[in-house]
């Protein structure tokens, strides 16, 4: 589950006040959630080597095993503080509406339905504001979006910009830009695959060595329980960053917005009915972009 990087130049002065608060919210949460979880597995890992060492007294009382205890009462701690947060479903709440938020604003600034019609058009500006307020913003402190309307003077200006000039808007800074995105956080998924997969198989190599070494020479040895520690650590962090199924997913959105591009690119701005046939095709553009919010949505019924 990747930080989501910021938006960029164009799109950053298109985007109106509730995606920054939504967008703030869900990273306040991935960092809380990242920060914590940490700590619970690295205390754990912790109370599991202090199990392993030879017995210290002082006063007569192994002190040892007290270290280990005060750990695992950290570890505790921690998984009740995450429990209590619940800082997962603000990090996937927020995002799932900050996508949400982007998707619509987009719409709107393109001119796709259902946000189709002149540059000034009133129910147009209605349609938004009140999807934008349908939106659930019942993460963090920051406050729903308001009476007010939500829409900046960039969006209204590209809004009433030619058609051609809104198709190479959003080619530009919405479908190359998100496919750069997807290709590199993918890229970068399947590196942090390798790197975990290198560090899971040495974790076992050393497990089965400190196994058959306790079970021969070394019975004194007893490093097996710190070792299968690590290991759990190790896969509990995995399946937390779902590195793997993340990167397949970025390299789907990948290609299916190249057959995006090559659509869009086909229209002519210039022919009878382009107005009507890009608001469809940019619709169904940003449909399949913006996937994106309804899996961040599942997630946050679904926490890991």
């Known amino acids: 589950m990747p930080n989501q990087d910021p938006p960029r130049n164009r799109e950053a002065e298109l985007l109106p006040d509730p995606f920054w608060a939504a967008d703030l919210a869900s990273l306040r949460g991935q960092d809380f959630a ?16 202090f199990g392993a060492l030879p017995e210290h007294r002082i006063s007569g009382i192994n002190v040892v095993p007290l270290i280990s205890i005060a750990c695992f009462a950290g570890a505790a701690g921690t998984a009740l503080r995450l429990h209590r947060r619940a800082p997962q479903e603000q990090w996937y709440e ?16 393109v001119r796709a339905q259902p946000f189709d019609g002149p540059a000034e058009d009133a129910d147009a500006i209605k349609r938004f504001d009140a999807m934008v307020r349908d939106i659930p913003f019942t993460f963090g402190d920051g406050p729903a979006p308001g009476p007010d309307s939500q829409i900046n003077a960039e969006m209204r200006f590209h809004r009433g910009e030619s058609l051609r000039r809104r198709r190479e808007l959003y080619l530009s800074e919405r479908v190359r830009a998100q496919r750069v995105w997807y290709l590199a956080r993918a890229d970068d998924c399947d590196q942090k695959v390798q790197l975990w997969g290198v560090g899971m198989a040495a974790v076992f190599a050393a497990g089965m060595l400190i196994a058959a070494l306790e079970a021969t020479a070394l019975p004194q040895l007893r490093a097996l329980g710190m070792v299968s520690a690590c ?65 961040w949505r599942a997630r946050s019924q679904h926490r890991v």
Request: charged share 25%.
């Open 34 to 49: 990242l920060h914590w979880y940490r700590w619970q597995l690295g205390l754990t890992i912790l109370a599991a080597l």
């Open 94 to 109: 927020g995002r799932s509406a900050a996508e949400s938020v982007k998707a619509l604003t987009w719409k709107f600034v």
């Open 231 to 295: 290991a759990a650590a190790t896969t509990a962090w995995i399946q937390l960053k779902q590195y793997r199924p993340l990167g397949a997913s970025y390299r789907l959105a990948a290609r299916e917005l190249d057959g995006i591009d090559i659509r869009l690119s086909r229209l002519d701005p210039d022919s009878p009915g382009a107005e009507a046939e890009w608001s469809l095709l940019a619709r169904e553009a940003e449909d399949a972009i913006s996937r994106e919010h309804i899996v």
